[in-house]
């Protein structure tokens, strides 16, 4: 029974160039929940998708940042232009509901560096 | 806007010694509450949450926290730790509607042997 899975796993990209993240959630699950974690700090929410549709955006940069969630394949955070500042470790979550109840499954993350 | 305060940001331990983290949040309302374990190289898993009922809740691997309305806290417990426990503590808490958590800042626990 596969959880959510993240990759790349570990993410290098110079300054200007775009970086793409994919999750793919636990089978069955039409719910995806991105978030953000800056050194020493805990994560931060940025998006919420489900099912081609962005149910809540409000963690996201203005610029620069995307997110998807198509009907078929897996969850794509694409950040273009990247700066320093982006580097972080960027996790995806996945549920089988959008109610609050329903515990979130959490993939490995994606570590980006951004050189 | 809803914040969750974590206070300790590392903590170190002996094996056996009895832990206790602490966690507080600032909302009003009705919240579920959460606390995730990273362990090194691995993903967030669920150690345990609340959402009503009992505010004292059992989780796996001998972990409870008790959630104190009053003082707006929920705070994370074990009687007797192990190596094997090292890892980073994430406390969180949503609001509800749906699944967007407020996480805290985490605690780094180290047990030594």
């Known amino acids: 029974n596969a959880g959510v899975m993240q990759n790349p796993r570990h993410l290098v990209r110079r300054r200007g160039q775009e970086a793409r993240l994919r999750c793919s959630p636990v089978?069955?699950?039409?719910?995806v929940y991105w978030y953000r974690q800056l050194p020493e700090e805990g994560l931060k929410f940025m998006v919420y998708?489900?099912?081609?549709?962005?149910?809540?955006e409000s963690g996201m940069p203005k610029e620069r940042f995307s997110a998807e969630f198509p009907k078929e394949g897996p969850s794509i955070l694409r950040i273009q232009q990247v700066v320093r500042g982006d580097s972080a470790a960027y996790f995806c979550?996945?549920?089988?509901?959008?109610?609050?109840?329903?515990?979130?499954?959490f993939g490995q993350g994606t570590r980006l560096t951004v050189v | 806007a809803q914040s969750v305060s974590q206070h300790n940001h590392h903590v170190i331990l002996s094996e056996a010694a009895s832990l206790e983290l602490g966690c507080n949040y600032s909302?009003?309302?009705?919240?579920?509450l959460f606390w995730y374990v990273q362990y090194p190289g691995q993903h967030l898993q669920l150690l345990l949450k609340?959402?009503?009922?009992?505010?004292l809740v059992k989780g796996i691997k001998g972990f409870e926290a008790e959630f104190i309305k009053s003082k707006f806290s929920f705070n994370l417990r074990k009687p007797s730790v192990q190596w094997s426990d090292t890892a980073e503590y994430f406390c969180?808490?949503?609001?509800?509607?749906?699944?967007?958590?407020?996480f805290g800042a985490g605690t780094r626990l180290a047990v030594h042997p």
């Open positions: 089978k069955g699950h039409s719910h």
């Open positions: 609340y959402f009503s009922g009992d505010p």
């Open positions: 909302y009003g309302g009705t919240v579920n």
């Open positions: 979550a996945s549920s089988n509901s959008g109610t609050g109840e329903t515990e979130a499954f």
């Open positions: 969180a808490v949503n609001v509800g509607g749906y699944n967007k958590l407020i």
């Open positions: 998708l489900q099912k081609e549709n962005i149910i809540d």
